[in-house]
């Protein structure tokens, strides 16, 4: 069983920086496939970023394209998520997930998770 736990956020004003972290207990995350994902009320949880659990492929949803960046720690047990130039509609709750996985590969889909952490509010004010 891996439990997985966000920390990092709060409240920031538009233009600001914000960094997301995940911490894994239980099992290491050198076999796990990462993603962060979003949701606000009334609307689907959405991917933002994903990593893979081997190599260095990562994905970013076009939405954050260019103004966050996921990223693991040395010790593979945590992983992060900077958010730069923020905006007022990535207000949401964040939430990690893991998935097992041995292929150099990301996963966008929320099916493909089997471990999510609890959420994180980020808001946004502009």
């Known amino acids: 069983q891996v439990h997985v736990v966000e920390a990092g956020g709060g409240l920031v004003q538009a233009g600001n920086a914000l960094r997301l972290s995940c911490a894994a207990s239980g099992r290491t995350f050198s076999t796990y496939a990462m993603g962060w994902f979003r949701q606000t009320p009334g609307k689907e949880r959405e991917v933002v970023a994903a990593?893979?659990?081997?190599?260095?492929?990562?994905y970013c949803a076009e939405s954050v394209k260019g103004r966050f960046t996921i990223s693991r720690g040395d010790d593979k047990n945590t992983m992060y998520l900077q958010m730069n130039s923020l905006k007022s509609e990535d207000t949401a709750v964040y939430y990690c997930?893991?998935?097992?996985?041995?292929?150099?590969?990301?996963?966008?889909?929320?099916?493909?998770?089997?471990?999510w952490g609890q959420g994180a509010q980020v808001t946004v004010s502009s």
């Open positions: 990593i893979a659990a081997v190599g260095s492929v990562t």
């Open positions: 997930a893991a998935a097992p996985s041995d292929v150099e590969a990301v996963f966008t889909e929320r099916s493909s998770y089997n471990y």
